[in-house]
């Protein structure tokens, strides 16, 4: 399975290479209003027949938290860069017109991230989507399978971009330990994601009772990718890696680069505001090629993605 990576990352080619690869694509619905995820299913559909699903950003609870010290304290980065800091606001992600859009024209496949509304479930399988839900605590698994999904995504702590945890304190949890106990609590099946950058580690969470592995840092140097040259270009060098909440206000493992280290100090739980707030900055530092403003998302293991067409990185990963 390919992980759904918002933010322009995922684009319909590769969610098409992916799916005439043998895998699952996944669309990315993250930060896209309904009308732009209609296009890219509609895009999806235009380049392959094979199934492919989409995953959606469950909205975040409405928080009143101010970030005006932390956007005085990012300020000279935007002025290094020569651009405003974005307005800070509260969204739910056009939660509501996308999740119709995905019950009058339904996809094999739905995952939700970052939360499990019953209701939503109940109605995605209704019109015949199967629906997974990102689960990061046995807690949440537990939760997720009393709510009814028809799958759990297993997302480890070793997994690039967002945490899709349900609550900010929830603690990232090893891909391993997170197996083991999940497996133990229920007979749902289990994907498992976080750091699989080669066939071996896939070999492995199969053999330890996963029924499917996800995969997202490992395509993003594929040139059906629409990462940015010099995120592509980060991810090919030995860097350690963090989970950090400068960039979105949200818990998420990226490249330790410079504004990592420069305010990871400052950093607040405030998403989506902190997205927001950032998105010009590091839009202009993906236009400058400027690695040090940009959020390199990435797993433990990114070292190994290969630079590759999707479909050679698919069957490489294959045990």
């Known amino acids: 399975m390919q992980s759904p990576m918002a933010g322009g990352a995922t684009t319909p080619e590769l969610v098409a290479a992916v799916a005439d690869a043998g895998a699952l694509g996944f669309v990315a619905a993250g930060y896209l209003t309904a009308g732009q995820l209609r296009d890219q299913i509609a895009a999806v559909r235009e380049r392959t027949r094979t199934p492919f699903g989409a995953n959606l950003f469950v909205p975040w609870p409405r928080q009143d938290t101010s970030v005006e010290n932390y956007a005085k304290h990012i300020a ?46 109940a109605a995605l399988q209704h019109v015949g989507s199967a ?33 899709g945890s349900w609550s900010p304190d929830a603690e990232p949890v090893p891909l391993a330990a997170l197996l083991a106990d999940v497996r133990a609590t229920t007979d749902l099946p289990l994907v498992a994601a976080g750091g699989l950058a080669d066939a071996d580690a896939v070999r492995t969470v199969l053999r330890d009772g996963a029924a499917y592995a996800q995969v997202g840092t490992a395509l993003l ?27 979105t206000g949200r818990r998420a493992r990226g490249i330790v680069n410079a504004f990592l280290r420069e305010h990871e100090d400052a950093a607040i739980d405030a998403y989506p505001q902190v997205h927001h707030l950032t998105r010009p900055l590091r839009a202009a530092a993906a236009r400058a090629g400027d690695p040090d403003r940009m959020a390199l998302w990435a797993g433990t ?6 630079d590759a067409p999707a479909a050679v990185i698919v069957r490489s990963l294959t045990p």
């Open 76 to 121: 000279p980065d935007a002025d290094r860069l020569g651009v405003e800091l974005g307005t800070p606001r509260w969204d739910d992600d056009d939660w509501a017109a996308k999740l119709a859009l995905l019950l009058a024209d339904p996809l094999p496949v739905v995952s939700l991230t970052f939360g499990c509304p019953a209701d939503a479930i």
């Open 131 to 163: 629906v997974a839900v990102t689960v990061t605590t046995v807690e949440e698994a537990r939760s997720a399978a009393g709510a009814g999904a028809d799958a759990l995504l297993l997302q480890g702590a070793e997994a690039g971009a967002h945490r």
């Open 221 to 247: 140097r594929a040139p059906e990718s629409g990462a940015q040259q010099a995120h592509k270009d980060a991810l090919a060098r030995p860097a350690e890696t963090a989970i950090t909440r400068t960039f």
């Open 301 to 306: 293991g990114h070292s190994s993605a290969l």
